[in-house]
T-cell receptor, first 114, second 116 residues
Framework: DSGVTQTPKHLITATGQRVTLRCSPRSGDLSVYWYQQSLDQGLQFLIQYYNGEERAKGNILERFSAQQFPDLHSELNLSSLELGDSALYFC?????????????FGDGTRLSIL | AQSVSQHNHHVILSEAASLELGCNYSYGGTVNLFWYVQYPGQHLQLLLKYFSGDPLVKGIKGFEAEFIKSKFSFNLRKPSVQWSDTAEYFCAVNAGLTGGGNKLTFGTGTQLKVEL
């Protein structure tokens, strides 16, 4: 158990819909990261938040957005879903923003678009 | 931009065989290097990390990796694999970003299958 909690574990929805993925970081961790894992793109960094503020942005589509709340949990919102958004979405956390701090991953949310 | 290459996409070994998985990264500055393992249906788990100091680092479950700066490499090794090592292995680099953020850039992964 990594201490990072993601809900839901599985999500099945249709094209054009909107979903929200939730992540609770390890106790004491202030940074939250979102990654997308798909067969064709591999593991791709989406976005990082630190203590409520966006710190880094990767290959995140404009249809996707995220936020980190005062209690440090984070949500990733995916809208106008397309078939290609089907993937495993991982959340990770680390204590701060230093690159030498390992990121600890949750179990992921498997998103299937029908 | 940083990038990571893992040369072996699929590796099949018999139990007790030795393992070496290649990883090369592309970045000219200071890097932090990681190996993660993903067992079937599970989350990514940290195997080992390198920040500085001794280039030979030891991780969990008998794994070790050697950082060779001149070759931009960080290969993963294990002297004797077990059936339970069957998993996907990811090499990752974190080089930091302007603005104080950071991200992991992952290789494409190596699927290891250990046969009895």
């Amino acid at each position: 158990d990594s201490g990072v909690t993601q809900t839901p574990k599985h999500l099945i929805t249709a094209t054009g819909q909107r979903v929200t993925l939730r992540c609770s970081p390890r106790s004491g961790d202030l940074s939250v990261y979102w990654y997308q894992q798909s067969l064709d793109q591999g593991l791709q960094f989406l976005i990082q938040y630190y203590n409520g503020e966006e710190r880094a942005k990767g290959n995140i589509l404009e249809r996707f957005s995220a936020q980190q709340f005062p209690d440090l949990h984070s949500e990733l919102n995916l809208s106008s879903l397309e078939l290609g958004d089907s993937a495993l979405y991982f959340c990770a956390s680390s204590p701060g923003v230093l690159g030498n701090q390992p990121q600890h991953f949750g179990d992921g949310t498997r998103l299937s678009i029908l | 931009a940083q990038s990571v290459s893992q040369h072996n996409h699929h590796v099949i070994l018999s139990e007790a065989a030795s393992l070496e998985l290649g990883c090369n990264y592309s970045y000219g500055g200071t890097v932090n290097l990681f190996w993660y393992v993903q067992y079937p249906g599970q989350h990514l788990q940290l195997l080992l990390k390198y920040f500085s100091g001794d280039p030979l680092v030891k991780g969990i479950k008998g794994f070790e990796a050697e950082f060779i700066k001149s070759k931009f490499s960080f290969n993963l090794r294990k002297p004797s694999v077990q059936w339970s090592d069957t998993a996907e292995y990811f090499c990752a680099v974190n080089a930091g970003l302007t603005g104080g953020g950071n991200k992991l850039t992952f290789g494409t992964g190596t699927q290891l299958k250990v046969e009895l």
